[in-house]
């Protein structure tokens, strides 16, 4: 079966730009801002909750500020048709892996990886390298972002406005 997208309305669509752009925001704050008391904000997230349609909280820190200055998008081409949870098993070995999807083309995955330096980014391709099924790997280092709001900026995203 199919997943099934619970229906938004425009409340916990503002409920969610409001928490995305600060996730401590209080629901006394958001309900201020949109209308709603503090119980009916909370009565919204804890069904956005349960419905998936909120899956966590986070912080986000600038990777600069740990120390993992150097930044890379590399394509990972696998022998054969790797299965997709074995390639998330791989990227999740590597903490130097902050993201993983497969793609469409040539490639069979694209990671994103942050390392401390230009050494530090050559060990962890050379393990992921090591993997048996990986044949070759493409990468690609960042140098600057463009979008400063971006989340690999280190900044919040704001979701788009329409349904």
Not at 14 to 42: C, D
Not at 75 to 85: I, L, S, T
Not at 138 to 144: R, W
Request: charged share 25%.
């Amino acid at each position: 079966m199919a997943y099934q997208q619970p229906a938004l309305d425009d409340l916990d669509r503002k409920i969610i730009a409001a928490l995305v752009a600060n996730a401590r925001t209080s629901f006394t704050e958001i309900g201020h801002a949109i209308g709603l008391s503090a119980p009916a904000v909370k009565r919204r997230v804890d069904r956005m909750r349960e419905t998936e349609v909120i899956t966590g909280f986070t912080t986000i820190v600038q990777p600069a500020a740990l120390g993992w200055r150097t930044e890379a998008y590399v394509e990972v081409y696998c022998d054969g048709a790797a299965p997709p949870r074995r390639l998330a098993e791989v990227a999740r070995n590597h903490p130097e892996v902050v993201a993983a999807v497969t793609v469409t083309g040539e490639a069979d995955a694209l990671l994103h990886i942050r390392a401390a330096d230009i050494g530090h980014f050559e060990e962890v391709l050379e393990r992921i390298r090591a993997e048996p099924f990986v044949t070759r790997t493409n990468s690609f280092m960042a140098l600057s972002h463009l979008l400063p709001n971006s989340p690999e900026a280190g900044s919040p995203a704001t979701p788009p406005d329409t349904p």
